[in-house]
């Protein structure tokens, strides 16, 4: 039973079967995109696709169950397969080696048999054919002399190459599960000349705490010729202990890493105006004194003159002003009277307030706050990941391309010894063309010399 269960879970069909379904599902991670929000997801979607694609866990296929246990599956498989081979790849490699006699029973189809007499001592032969295929890994003598059996091995060492792709796949994989398990990709706006240290996951909306702060320092569109835009940059700030770290410009393709964490630019836009000029006059010498203060309801605003501060009062009435202000002396903080001036069949008068010789005045100025929307991720295993890919392409290339090849040579004489029969024997590990070749090249060259 137990070895039913190793064949099965050790089979190359069920690596393959593992394979191809991974493959097949992380296509449909590319096509769906994964991690969005369910209200983008319920935009893209009709409300019975979004609920069979939300059943089926294609949705976040990489977070799914079944694809981590498909994943699982995969790496058991791989050692698994790994032990029950690991064994006789050793025994290739260092020993101990079949006789000439047990190879040649064998049959292996991949075998090459050739077959050569000469009268030249065996002794002479042994530096001839060593010249061929190199040194023997041993020698064998046998008790009378008249038969000698040499072993030849080339390339043995890359028989590990399927191992060493092996651990890089399962390095591969315990480096995407890391990902899925620890990183994360999240969304945030942020306003000119603010910062925050929250992101908010664009799976489910939840808040994230950063372990620095980010700051906006400014925002920009550039645009070609004829109007259409061409690159969106933010100029980011990195701040730790309220020291900033670094700062660079962000755009589409050029994001920012600090501590592992990825910075991109996503979007841009601006807010909602939340500030309105108000222009302060004095109104008998209107040249002596004019500013604009940008002004925002709730909040004091000193206008420098005759030792006053006003504040917006939002009214919400319909057809009124949107806001009133008062204004108060800054020694008491009282409240004083002030007079409204309207212009007829205009909700925004030209003259809000005034007090004494001080107008304010409503302008068509607002402040408005431009914000970059940056997806922020973190993908500390990234470098596993790269890791394992390298490990994998080049144990991939040596097992590929250096082929493991064995040969056996039996020395005897014949003819009471008047004449030495060689008989050659060699096997390679993978079937191609170029080693045929040159084993015919090597024994056309070998048969030339002893004849």
């Known amino acids: 039973m137990l070895s039913k269960l190793n064949k099965f879970i050790s089979s190359v069909k069920l690596a393959v079967f593992l394979f191809i379904t991974i493959a097949v599902l992380a296509m449909i991670g590319t096509f769906i995109n994964q991690g969005d929000t369910i209200k983008q997801y319920k935009t893209i979607f009709s409300p019975a696709a979004y609920h069979v694609l939300y059943w089926l866990g294609f949705l976040n296929i990489y977070d799914s169950w079944y694809f981590i246990a498909l994943t699982l599956l995969l790496i058991v498989n791989l050692i698994a397969a790994s032990i029950n081979m690991f064994p006789r790849t050793i025994k290739a490699v260092f020993g101990p080696y079949p006789s000439f006699q047990e190879v040649s029973e064998k049959k292996n189809p991949k075998a090459v048999y050739e077959a050569i007499e000469t009268k030249k001592k065996p002794e002479e032969l042994k530096e001839?054919?060593?010249?061929?295929?190199?040194?023997?890994?041993?020698?064998?003598?046998?008790e009378n002399s008249d038969k000698a059996e040499l072993y030849y091995s080339r390339n043995s060492i890359f028989r590990f190459s399927p191992y060493i792709a092996h651990i890089s796949v399962i390095i591969i994989i315990i480096g995407v599960l890391l990902n899925f398990k620890y990183g994360f990709r999240s969304y945030t706006n942020i306003k000119v000349g603010k910062k925050t240290n929250v992101t908010y996951l664009l799976k489910n909306n939840k808040p994230i705490k950063l372990p620095f702060t980010i700051r906006l320092d400014r925002y920009r569109t550039t645009y070609y010729s004829d109007g259409i835009p061409k690159a969106y940059i933010s100029t980011i700030s990195i701040i730790e202990e309220h020291i900033r770290i670094l700062t660079k410009n962000i755009e589409v393709n050029h994001p920012l890493t600090y501590k592992g964490i990825t910075i991109y630019q996503a979007s841009y836009g601006h807010y909602k105006p939340d500030k309105y000029g108000i222009l302060i006059v004095n109104l008998r010498h209107i040249k002596s004194f004019k500013k604009i203060i940008y002004a925002s309801a709730g909040k004091y605003y000193n206008s420098k003159i005759n030792n006053i501060k006003f504040m917006l009062i939002r009214v919400v009435?319909?057809?009124?002003?949107?806001?009133?202000?008062?204004?108060?002396?800054?020694?008491?903080?009282?409240?004083?009277?002030?007079?409204?001036?309207?212009?007829?069949?205009?909700?925004?008068?030209?003259?809000?307030?005034?007090?004494?010789?001080i107008g304010f005045i409503m302008t068509p100025q607002l402040k408005t706050y431009y914000y970059s929307g940056v997806e922020i991720s973190k993908n500390t295993y990234v470098s596993v990941v790269w890791i394992g890919c390298i490990i994998l392409v080049i144990s991939l290339f040596f097992s590929f391309f250096f082929n493991h090849e064995e040969t056996w040579v039996s020395l005897s004489g014949i003819n009471d010894a008047k004449k030495t029969k060689i008989e050659i024997i060699?096997?390679?590990?993978?079937?191609?063309?170029?080693?045929?070749?040159?084993?015919?090249?090597?024994?056309?060259?070998l048969k030339k010399y002893l004849h």
């Open 128 to 142: 001839v054919i060593g010249k061929k295929f190199g040194e023997p890994l041993y020698e064998k003598i046998s």
């Open 426 to 445: 060699s096997i390679p590990k993978k079937k191609f063309n170029s080693f045929y070749k040159k084993f015919d090249k090597k024994i056309s060259e």
């Open 317 to 357: 009435r319909k057809g009124k002003m949107p806001y009133f202000p008062y204004i108060i002396k800054l020694n008491n903080k009282k409240i004083l009277n002030f007079r409204v001036i309207r212009v007829k069949n205009n909700n925004f008068p030209l003259i809000i307030a005034r007090y004494k010789n």
